[in-house]
Nanobody, 119 residues
Framework: QVQLVESGGGLVQPGGSLRLSCAASGRIFSINVMAWYRQAPGKQRELVAS???????DYLDSVKGRFTISRDNAKNTVYLQMTNLRPEDTAVYYC?????????????WGRGTQVTVSS
């Protein structure tokens, strides 16, 4: 059974940094894209950053220059390094991956990790 497990959320002051991690486990054949989404209270879930197996990345405009997504293909893990955090970055952050496993190709989601930016 494939699952995604996130870690690294928490409370940080404005201007601070956090690093999120998400590890995929199970009988995985390959992972095409891995990404981070976030959802703030009362708002729709939005794509923050994505990274393909080729290493190609894409970012939400508001996080460009502050967030960096990376992945370790050997560990099936994706990271989100967040710097210069702002109160508007406060949200639940969800890991996403499109995984080819025994049952075929499927979208998988983590349970989410809370990031709170506040003084």
């Amino acid at each position: 059974q494939v699952q995604l497990v996130e870690s690294g959320g928490g409370l940080v002051q404005p201007g601070g940094s956090l690093r999120l991690s998400c590890a995929a486990s199970g009988r995985i054949f390959s992972i095409n894209v891995m990404a981070w989404y976030r959802q703030a209270p009362g708002k729709q879930r939005e794509l923050v950053a994505s990274i393909f197996s080729s290493g190609s990345t894409d970012y939400l405009d508001s996080v460009k220059g502050r967030f960096t997504i990376s992945r370790d293909n050997a560990k099936n893990t994706v990271y989100l390094q967040m710097t210069n955090l702002r109160p508007e970055d406060t949200a639940v952050y969800y890991c996403y991956a499109h995984i080819v496993a025994e049952g075929g190709a499927t979208d998988y989601w983590g349970r989410g990790t809370q990031v709170t930016v506040s003084s």
